[in-house]
C-alpha cells in the first residue's frame, strides 16, 4: 500500500541530497519518478531540483494553482509512476497537499515530500501544517549546530547581520546560499539564514572583529564579525 510521507527538517540537513538519492534509487531499477518543485523556489533552473553539495535531478516546476494530482495522473498515464517525490514541500498550499494524498490513495503511488517544518519565527509553514497532519509517515532529518547539538530552529540575519524576527515569512527571489566556517548561510533576496539549536538561537551576537579570539566560532558578512557564543 502506497503511503505520503514527509521528510521534515531545518535548513542544511541534507533534505534534497536524500531527495535526489531516492529518485536515483528508483530510476536504477528501472522504474519511473516525478519530482515536482514550488516555482517560488528559482535558486536553480526551473527544471532541476540541485542540493547543495552539487546533486541534482530533472523536476516539473508548480505554482500555487496547479493540481498535483491531475498532472500525476496524466504524466502516469503517459508512463506508469513508482514514486512521486515534492521539494521544498513548505510552500504547498493546503489543497496541494490534500492532492497528494489522492495520488497515494486513488493512484496508488507513494509521495515523497520533503521541507521545512517552521520558520524563523518559529511558526509552521501551511504545506508544513498540513503534511504534519496529513502524512501516514513522518521522518525528522537531522542536522547540527556548531555546539554540536541538534539544530532545530532557523535565525533571519538582515544585511548588518542582525537577527530579526518579524517580515514576510517567504522572501522570492533566492540567489543561493555561501559557505562559511562552522555554519551554512543561505541568502534569500536580502535575508540571510542560519540554522541553530534551540539555545543559540537566543544567542546571536554581532561584533567588532578585533574583540574575539580566532577560535571562537564565527562567520564575516559584509565586513561584519557574527560571533556564535558556546551557551550549550
Known sequence: MAKLYFYYSAMNAGKTTTLVQSAYNYRERGM???VFKPEIDERYSSSVVRSRIGLETDAVSVD??????LLTEK???KNPLSCVLLDEAQFL?????FSLGEIVDRLDIPVLAYGLRSDFRGELFEGSLHLLAWADELVEIKTICH?????????RLDENGHPVNVGDQVR??????????HEVI???????????????IHHQVCCDGNAQDASTPHITISGQLIVFLPLC
Open 64 to 69: 500555487a494553482k496547479d493540481d498535483l494530482f
Open 75 to 77: 504524466m502516469n498515464k
Open 186 to 200: 543561505f541568502v534569500y533576496g536580502d535575508a540571510l539564514y542560519i540554522v541553530k539549536c534551540i539555545n543559540q
Open 147 to 155: 555546539c554540536g547539538k541538534k539544530a532545530g530552529m532557523v535565525l
Open 93 to 97: 498550499t493546503k489543497s496541494q497537499v
Open 172 to 181: 522570492k527571489h533566492p540567489k543561493g546560499y555561501l559557505s562559511k566556517e
Open 32 to 34: 519511473n519518478t516525478l
